[in-house]
């Protein structure tokens, strides 16, 4: 069966850093997307990284670029976030995510659509 099981997150102060992790398991990883999403209280889901396809650089919300780091490790089954010079504006669920298929196209790196599997999310607070 299907999970994706995420960890890692917790509350920090402004600038420090988590690392995020998601274990995929009953699900070969190696050949799809896979992307991190975050949400707030009375917002939807907004895309914060993604690796659509390992023949293109990883996509980065401008908030995050040069902060955070997305990674994978197929033989694991693990997808990745590093959270650096964390931001109270950082705080919300985070949640990973597996895409239906690969693309080139990074625009759907901000479509939960795209993105058929889910873990259950892991809550990042960013405080003082």
């Known amino acids: 069966q299907l999970q994706l099981v995420e960890s890692g997150g917790g509350l920090v102060q402004p600038g420090g850093s988590l690392n995020l992790s998601c274990v995929v398991s009953?699900?070969?990883?190696?050949?799809?997307?896979i992307g991190w999403f975050r949400q707030v209280p009375g917002s939807g889901r907004e895309g914060v990284s993604c690796i659509l396809d390992s023949s293109i650089e990883p996509w980065y919300a401008s908030s995050v670029k040069d902060r955070f780091t997305i990674g994978r490790d197929n033989r694991r089954s693990t997808i990745s976030l590093q959270m650096t010079s964390l931001k109270p504006e950082d705080t919300g669920v985070y949640y990973c995510a597996i895409a239906s298929r690969t693309s080139t196209n990074t625009d759907l790196c901000n479509m939960p659509g795209w993105f058929g599997r889910w873990g259950q999310g892991t809550q990042v607070n960013v405080s003082s």
């Open positions: 009953g699900f070969t990883l190696d050949y799809y997307g």
